[in-house]
């Protein structure tokens, strides 16, 4: 009956400020009767959230989610979607405020949009729009996020997670462990699968590549805080031992100032608790071993008056031996008897001596370290210097009871320790040592032949970097 004067409003939209300020507020108004104008009404509101005129386009933008009915729905979310690159913030503000509350509506129309803008979108438009769904779902009740809407998100994920830079795998990894239906053992295995795929843990690993070794980090970082006794971490596990233990010392990092074998190391001893029955463990206890042993020196040989003849004392490189000491008890809990049984007596005399020996300069660390704490409490702790000798003492400490271990016979694997950089979980009245927590986060990105978006660089190193800070400290050496 009006459509005329619905005309005349939607025609507004090409006048002055006064009358766009009214086709602002009226075209959404009356959109509902006048459904053969759908397409020509959502246009002009679509031009009015174009103005050059700021209140304009908020209030434009405002008045968006009435218009998202029935079919328009999905539409209005791809249009909301592509203003998230706004630069004025409450103009970005209210963008938010319309895509959740569409949300509401319907939440598979609106991922529907959303989803549109990550694959095909210009790229300031699929950043806002995977940060959105990363701060925004998490929001939202339970009666909007059921279980076919939690599928959706992981089907269209899985699409994006085909080529995506480092920091985008990161927010997605983000966005699906949140998910209620992955909290479960069969979706944290999906999530690890996931991140498998990423890894490209299938690939040959080329240890001179830095974006190669950079992304095998950062999504074993994704992958650590997913594994428990029920989801394993032998498929990794298996990677580290058989492709980059042997290649440690010739691997690359594109990470300014990264311990990147220490770092690599962290990773192992964090993954070893979880790994499951091994197809090749003997071989890789072997690999482990060998590494090992390259951290744990022979003491310096002596002259015939039994005077050092002259050799430096070797350092001992406590970091790296506690993460590789701790890999070694935890995977040799599953062949007990490899040191026994599959050593020749020459190669466990020489272990034997190595171990001694740096025992030996451990107890002499030991006890500067407790020497050097005596007394000190709450902010004479926090200094830098004092930091580094608690973290210092928790690695000894560490080194000391796994070696301890080793030295029964035959070998123990009966003692449990926190790893250095990690938080001590606090034990039950019947424990003695605290439970074990092997949890972390951090970063990745897939690439084939090279990754097909800007692959930019966004790995954090983990905490414990005082750990780092005493990997070439000889024993005699305070921090």
């Avoid at 009358?19 to 020509?40: C, G, N, T, V, W």
């Avoid at 076919?148 to 994920?157: M, P, R």
Wanted: net charge neutral; aromatic share 8%; charged share 25%.
């Amino acid at each position: 009956q009006h459509k005329d004067a619905y005309q005349v409003i939607l025609d507004g939209v090409k006048g002055g400020a006064k009358e766009k300020r009214l086709a602002a507020q009226f075209i959404p108004k009356f959109f509902k009767h006048f459904p053969e104008l759908a397409d020509s009404a959502i246009n002009a509101q679509l031009d009015l959230c174009e103005d050059e005129d700021v209140s304009i386009r908020r209030q434009a933008i405002k008045e968006l989610p009435q218009f998202a009915t029935g079919d328009n729905l999905p539409r209005v979310a791809d249009i909301l979607t592509q203003l998230l690159q706004s630069d004025d913030s409450a103009e970005f503000n209210l963008v938010n405020n319309a895509l959740l509350s569409i949300f509401k509506m319907d939440a598979k129309g609106t991922l529907g949009g959303l989803f549109s803008q990550i694959l095909q979108g210009e790229d300031i438009v699929r950043e806002r729009a995977i940060k959105f769904l990363s701060t925004k779902l998490k929001t939202l009740p339970e009666e909007v996020m059921t279980k076919e809407v939690e599928e959706f998100i992981l089907t269209e994920s899985k699409k994006v997670l085909e080529d995506v830079t480092g920091e985008e795998f990161v927010l997605f990894m983000k966005i699906l462990s949140g998910l209620k239906s992955l909290q479960t053992v069969s979706g944290r295995q999906q999530l690890v699968e996931l991140v498998a795929e990423q890894a490209d843990l299938e690939q040959t690993f080329n240890p001179s590549d830095p974006d190669c070794v950079d992304r095998l980090l950062q999504c074993t970082r994704q992958a650590v805080p997913l594994f428990s006794k029920n989801v394993h971490s032998t498929k990794f596990v298996t990677y580290f031992c058989e492709h980059v233990l042997p290649n440690l010392s010739s691997l690359t990092t594109p990470v300014e100032g990264l311990d990147i074998q220490l770092e690599v190391l962290k990773l192992l001893a964090e993954m070893s608790s979880f790994c499951g029955d091994m197809e090749k463990l003997e071989s890789n206890l072997k690999k482990l071993f060998d590494k090992l042993l390259e951290y744990m020196p022979l003491p310096p040989e002596e002259a015939e008056n039994g005077e050092n003849t002259g050799n430096e004392e070797p350092k001992l490189q406590f970091s790296y031996v506690e993460c590789l000491l701790y890999s070694f008890h935890q995977l040799g809990r599953k062949l007990p008897d490899f040191l026994t049984a599959k050593l020749n007596a020459e190669k466990l005399k020489d272990f034997k001596i190595r171990l001694q020996y740096f025992a030996r300069g451990l107890q002499v660390y030991i006890r500067q370290l407790r020497l050097a704490l005596q007394g000190k409490t709450g902010e004479a702790l926090k200094t830098e210097e004092n930091k580094i000798k608690v973290v210092a003492l928790k690695i000894t400490n560490n080194i000391n009871v796994l070696i301890k271990d080793l030295f029964h016979i035959p070998p123990s694997y009966k003692s449990t320790v926190t790893l250095s950089w990690k938080p001590v979980q606090k034990a039950d009245a019947s424990q003695k040592r605290a439970s074990e927590d092997t949890t972390s986060s951090s970063p990745p990105k897939k690439a084939s032949a090279g990754p097909k978006r800007d692959a930019r660089q966004i790995y954090n190193p983990p905490s414990g970097k005082y750990s780092s800070n005493l990997s070439s400290f000889s024993y005699g050496k305070l921090g």
